[in-house]
């Protein structure tokens, strides 16, 4: 596969290798991340034909933006959220390049990976055949030949000069001996695994640079529209094929039977519902108080998980009934839709004794990962159901509603990059009315969080703190908490000591700088018996 590169390509190929390899070899996201992700976007625009339909496209910009903001956020945090959102939104990017006019978030992603992997012998097409080497090597003589006088007169001229004036022979030793260093240095450096790194820093950067037209997904996304639309040549679904000459009598019949099947469903469940809601409105949402021995675990894991399956189970029934013929039944559509739009917003009120279970669970036991997630969760589930209503009244398409919600995870995930989750986290579950503290969970929190633990270490005695080995729950003493504090903290100072400029965030030089700062209690003698691993929950 040939593929011609104009002169900015042929320039930014090349830089954008060495860049990849000079920001991420042995090296961790962090303000490298940011870096690369502005070349990438320089390139694309510096790479893209004013006329280009790209720039006219709103998610083009939209990815553009999120790869922008997310890349400063790997810069700040150094979060595995921002660095995947980066990620996402450079391949939104490319695969917006490639194909402007689609509009699935997936599809978008999925041109991106095609084109990726497509640039592999995109590049093989660009080493030019073994008969033309020949021509080049005498090119590239002929040049060499004009050069020899140049550089022997700049090599007489030098010698002259160094010989003349001892202040610029001490500067010309000390560039000829920085040269050498890095030169030495880069010999060295240079192993089988570094030059598969460079080969891959050159497949990614030909990825933003080369665009391989894919129009498969765009070909598939084109036969769907954003509204549901009548189709008079079909049955509905309950109905039983016919002869030709019995179809036309047996269709209206048909689809009277899937509308009283559907109005008789969001009836029964409606009132199943309502009875579900109330007891939930009156037990947790109003002055809910643990009793002794309660199961808290079993109150927001278990139930949490079989509420939110009931409230993706009532939207797909909602999308099955709306997704032809029964949108247009007007003997009887007012009170269908009527059913479904208080199906939809009990499911809303049953979303919020959702967030209630979670809150209160937060609220006795602490902050972690899988509460924020059933938050955002949550904000998906609402964002659902409010484009469920609009397939309901305004005859969305399941592509419409597919397209809105991948737009609102991708907005959700650009929500979660921005925040310094760990650290709110250790902030909220050290507080001193947490007497229970699940202090291996803390323990194994990225380094940004160290100077909140050290902070507050002094009041961790007299309290009970816990962690999870092996899925059960143990008993930490606070002599073996303060000596993993400990060598934590000697370890992040020693890698902090030890990282490139490259690797550099915001948050882990303030925690470097505060955590210097700090008056620390003296490391307790370290146990005999090797302390279990502690696993995240």
């Not at 639309?229 to 002869?243: I, T, W």
Request: charged fraction near 15%; proline fraction near 4%.
């Amino acid at each position: 596969m040939r593929f011609p590169l104009t002169s900015v390509q042929k320039l930014l190929l090349p830089l954008g290798a060495v860049l990849f390899d000079f920001l991420f070899w042995q090296e961790r996201a962090g303000v490298n991340m940011m870096l690369y992700t502005g070349f990438v976007l320089t390139a694309v625009l510096a790479t893209l034909p004013k006329a280009a339909a790209a720039r006219r496209s709103g998610y083009f910009w939209l990815a553009s933006g999120g790869a922008l903001l997310s890349g400063i956020f790997v810069a700040v945090y150094g979060s595995f959220a921002a660095h995947l959102a980066c990620v996402v939104s450079l391949a939104l990017v490319l695969g917006y390049v490639n194909q402007p006019h689609l509009k699935l978030v997936g599809y978008a992603l999925l041109t991106a990976l095609a084109n990726q992997l497509l640039v592999v012998p995109a590049l093989l097409g660009l080493v030019r055949p073994l008969r033309q080497v020949g021509a080049e090597a005498r090119r590239v003589g002929f040049y060499a030949r004009l050069l020899v006088v140049p550089v022997l007169t700049l090599g007489v001229f030098h010698v002259l000069f160094a010989l003349a004036n001892p202040r610029y022979s001490a500067y010309a030793e000390q560039a000829l001996e920085t040269v050498a260093t890095w030169l030495s240095a880069l010999l060295i450096n240079i192993s089988f695994a570094h030059l598969l790194f460079f080969v891959l820093g050159l497949l990614l950067t030909g990825g933003t640079l080369l665009v391989v037209p894919i129009h498969f997904f765009a070909d598939h996304e084109s036969r769907f529209g954003e509204f549901v639309r009548r189709q008079r040549d079909r049955v509905a679904s309950f109905g039983v094929r016919r002869p030709d000459f019995q179809r036309k009598d047996f269709r209206a019949l048909d689809l009277r039977k899937e509308y009283l099947v559907a109005l008789g469903l969001f009836g029964l469940v409606n009132a199943l519902l309502l009875v579900v809601n109330l007891i939930d409105i009156t037990w947790i949402w109003f002055g809910f108080r643990p009793a002794p021995g309660f199961d808290m675990t079993q109150f927001v894991h278990e139930g949490t998980y079989v509420l939110i399956l009931s409230i993706l189970v009532a939207m797909g029934i909602v999308l099955w009934f709306f997704r032809r013929n029964l949108n247009f039944y007007a003997a009887g559509l007012r009170w269908l839709r009527l059913g479904a739009t208080v199906w939809v917003v009990q499911n809303a009120v049953l979303a919020i004794s959702v967030a209630l279970r979670n809150y209160y669970y937060i609220h006795y036991t602490g902050l972690a990962y899988k509460r924020i997630g059933v938050y955002g969760f949550l904000l998906l589930t609402f964002f659902g159901l409010a484009t469920i209503l609009l397939k309901i009244w305004q005859r969305r398409s399941a592509y419409s509603l597919v397209r809105l919600n991948a737009l609102a995870a991708y907005a959700l995930l650009l929500l979660l990059a921005a925040g310094n989750w760990e650290v709110w986290m250790a902030h909220y579950n050290l507080q001193p009315r947490f007497q229970r503290v699940d202090y291996g969970f803390l323990l194994a929190m990225p380094d940004r969080v160290l100077p909140e633990l050290a902070a507050e270490a002094a009041t961790m005695p007299g309290r009970e703190l816990l962690w999870e080995v092996n899925g059960r729950w143990e008993p930490m003493s606070w002599a073996v908490a303060n000596d993993r504090l400990h060598r934590r903290l000697r370890n992040f100072q020693r890698l902090q000591q030890r990282r490139g400029w490259q690797s550099w965030t915001y948050l882990d030089s303030r925690a470097y700088t505060a955590m210097n700062a700090l008056p620390l209690q003296p490391a307790a003698a370290r146990p005999a018996a090797t302390t279990p691993s502690v696993a995240n929950r």
